[in-house]
Nanobody, 124 residues
Framework: QLQLVESGGGLVQPGGSLRLSCVASSGFFLGGYAMGWFRQAPGKEPEGVSC????????NYQHSVKGRFTISRDNAKNTVYLQIDNLKPEDTAVYYC????????????????WGQGIQVTVSS
């Protein structure tokens, strides 16, 4: 079973940056999967932040993060990244790495594989 492990979260001041990473469990090649980053803030439903096709050719972003978040992947390293710049307090959430065999839409229901999540807290 595909397992995803996130890293790189933490506490950062507004305006700061973080880079989240996601690696797959041994034996799985992430290059065969569309990948994404979702987040869930306290008391809210999970929302799609950004998704990327298996080749990396296609990406999309939630409107509120465009220009600040960058999704990328290095299939040779079996890793997907989310570079987060100019962080805002409203970005505080648990961030999940997700995977799917196909990229239909960047919505929670389309991604069956989820990591355990990593906390990102933006506060001064």
């Amino acid at each position: 079973q595909l397992q995803l492990v996130e890293s790189g979260g933490g506490l950062v001041q507004p305006g700061g940056s973080l880079r989240l990473s996601c690696v797959a469990s041994s034996g799985f090649f992430l290059g065969g999967y569309a990948m994404g980053w979702f987040r869930q803030a306290p008391g809210k439903e999970p929302e799609g932040v950004s998704c990327i096709s298996d080749s990396g050719k296609f990406t999309n972003y939630q409107h509120s993060v465009k220009g600040r978040f960058t999704i990328s992947r290095d299939n040779a390293k079996n890793t997907v990244y989310l570079q987060i710049d100019n962080l805002k307090p409203e970005d505080t959430a648990v961030y999940y790495c997700v995977a799917s065999v196909v990229l239909a839409s960047c919505t929670p229901g389309e991604f069956p594989s989820w990591g355990q999540g990593i906390q990102v807290t933006v506060s001064s």
